[in-house]
C-alpha cells in the first residue's frame, strides 16, 4: 500500500487536495519538518508545532514544480533542502529553508539533469549529487561551503 492521505489542504482558494504525508519525518539538528506534498508539485513545510495545532499555516509553501514530488532531501546543516520529481525532466528546487527562497540559479537550462531520481549531499555540504534516469550521478559543488 501507498501513503494515505492525513490532512486536506487548500492549494488555492478554488481547489482542495489531499495532502500525502511523506512517510518520516525530516529530523535536523535544529527542527524537526513535517512534509506535506500534493500531485501537483506543490510542498508545504511545517515545524513539528503543526501537529497539535488544528489549521497549521506553513512556514514555507514551495509552488516551483509541477508534477508530484518524490524526493525530499535536507543538506547536513538543514539550510538547504532539495526537492525533485522524477516525472518530468529538469524537476528539481533547491530552498534556503532560513529565507524561505528558492535558489533561481540553479538548476539552469543548460543542467543535464534528465529525469531526477535522487539527491544527496556530501557531509560538509560542499558538494549535491544528482542521480539520474540515464544511472548518472551529477554533482555539483555548492560554493557557499568550505567543507566537502
Not at 95 to 119: C, E, K, R
Not at 127 to 142: C, F, I, P, S
Request: aromatic share 10%.
Amino acid at each position: 500500500g501507498g501513503a494515505r492521505a492525513r490532512k486536506r489542504g487548500k492549494e488555492s482558494e478554488s481547489s482542495s487536495t489531499q495532502w500525502m504525508i511523506v512517510p518520516t519525518f525530516m529530523f535536523t539538528r535544529s527542527r524537526h519538518f513535517l512534509f506535506f506534498r500534493s500531485d501537483a508539485g506543490i510542498v508545504n513545510i511545517y515545524d513539528e508545532s503543526c501537529l497539535t495545532e488544528h489549521n497549521p499555516t506553513p512556514i514555507k509553501v514551495i509552488k516551483n514544480l509541477t508534477t508530484a514530488v518524490d524526493t525530499l532531501v535536507f543538506n547536513p546543516d538543514s539550510q538547504i533542502l532539495a526537492a525533485a520529481s522524477r516525472f518530468k525532466k529538469q524537476a528539481t528546487k533547491m530552498v534556503h529553508v532560513g529565507s524561505n527562497t528558492v535558489f533561481g540559479n540553479w538548476p539552469t537550462a543548460a543542467s543535464p539533469l534528465s529525469y531526477v531520481q535522487t539527491v544527496a549531499f556530501s557531509p560538509g555540504s560542499g558538494y549535491v549529487t544528482v542521480g539520474n534516469d540515464k544511472g548518472k550521478a551529477l554533482l555539483y559543488r555548492l560554493n557557499h561551503y568550505n567543507a566537502v
